[in-house]
């Protein structure tokens, strides 16, 4: 699986928000999920927050791309959809706000 090809909003999300976060002057990648949710699209918002959930429920979860993308360094499968699930959170919630 090519997440890029299967999942292209969620992707560019990773590689242009999470890849270089601690460069852009974020101190978690939380903290960005929570900025990404306020300022962009809520159509924008909505293609990730499907493609995140939609990839969660994969069964091959492709958890070293996402470590690729994002320039993180996950441990384990389990890890890695943990740290997703919890960012698909914090997006729906605070577009909420």
């Known amino acids: 699986m090519n997440i ?4 292209p909003n969620l992707t560019n999300f ?7 976060a601690d460069l852009d002057g974020f101190a978690s990648d939380e903290e960005v999920a929570q ?5 962009e699209s809520s159509f924008a918002r909505s293609r990730v927050i499907e493609q995140g959930r939609a990839l969660l ?4 979860f492709p958890w070293e ?6 320039n993180r360094d996950f441990q384990d499968e389990q ?3 943990q740290w997703l699930q919890k960012l698909i959170e914090i997006i729906v ?5």
Do not use: P
């Open 4 to 7: 890029k090809d299967q999942y």
């Open 14 to 20: 990773f590689e242009a928000y999470i890849h270089e």
């Open 35 to 39: 900025q990404y949710a306020v300022t």
């Open 57 to 60: 429920l994969e069964s091959s």
């Open 65 to 70: 791309q996402i470590g690729d993308k994002t």
């Open 79 to 81: 890890n890695t959809r």
């Open 93 to 97: 919630s605070g577009a909420a706000i």
